[in-house]
């Protein structure tokens, strides 16, 4: 009896990666962080212009930020210069600075009726939910990239974290204080998460005319 010849399987859906750009998300340049500080300026988003001030200072990740409190940056009437909060990946203290085009931008949100009773600095819309969630957060940066001509799937919330870390790494060349910035435990971490050889080794190349 011969047996007829099945066809190829086929996947059902496509990937869910198919015309994505995946794995590590590009820092923001500075051209980047003053195009959309401008944008939002003249928007008057008094909320998006404090919470992408205060994610490039911070350098937290997405899940701390969402979290921050209205004490963990204010006291005594003004806000904070330098903070500290506990991170929820490692349970370890990590500090961050707060400049002061960032504070003006927060005393100017917290100034705002919505802020009024609020524990948290970035209060949810719906009485269940005390703040912001990590995606409401990720579709924020979306919003935020793409009207500046950035493709929206090669940056994300870890573009908000890596970018003054970057430049710190660009300036200095010091990783310990790039480590210590990010709350890393590990140096290798730090090294991965900027992608440190693959930086240089493409600067050398660059710089080798043949």
């Known amino acids: 009896m011969q047996i007829p010849n099945l066809p190829a399987i086929r996947a059902r859906c496509p990937a869910w990666n198919k015309g994505r750009i995946i794995g590590q998300k590009r820092p923001l340049m500075p051209k980047h962080v003053w195009a959309i500080r401008v944008r939002l300026e003249i928007a008057a988003y008094h909320r998006d212009l404090a919470l992408f001030n205060l994610a490039i200072d911070s350098k937290l990740r997405g899940c701390d930020l969402v979290k921050l409190k209205v004490a963990d940056v204010y006291a005594a009437g003004q806000v904070k210069e330098r903070a500290s909060i506990i991170q929820s990946k490692t349970q ?83 990783l310990r204080a790039v480590q210590l910035l990010l709350g890393h435990t590990k140096m290798d971490s730090t090294v991965r998460y900027l992608g440190v050889e693959l930086e240089d080794a493409l600067a050398i190349a660059e710089a080798v005319e043949i």
């Open 92 to 174: 370890k203290p990590v500090r961050f600075e707060i400049t002061e085009g960032t504070r003006k931008s927060l005393l100017c949100w917290m100034e705002q009726p919505l802020m009024t009773g609020s524990e948290y600095l970035w209060p949810g819309r719906f009485h269940e939910r005390l703040h912001i969630s990590t995606r409401q957060y990720a579709r924020l940066v979306r919003d935020w990239v793409e009207p500046i001509g950035l493709q929206p799937s090669a940056y994300g919330t870890h573009s908000m974290r890596r970018t003054k870390v970057a430049q710190i790494y660009r300036k200095t060349g010091n």
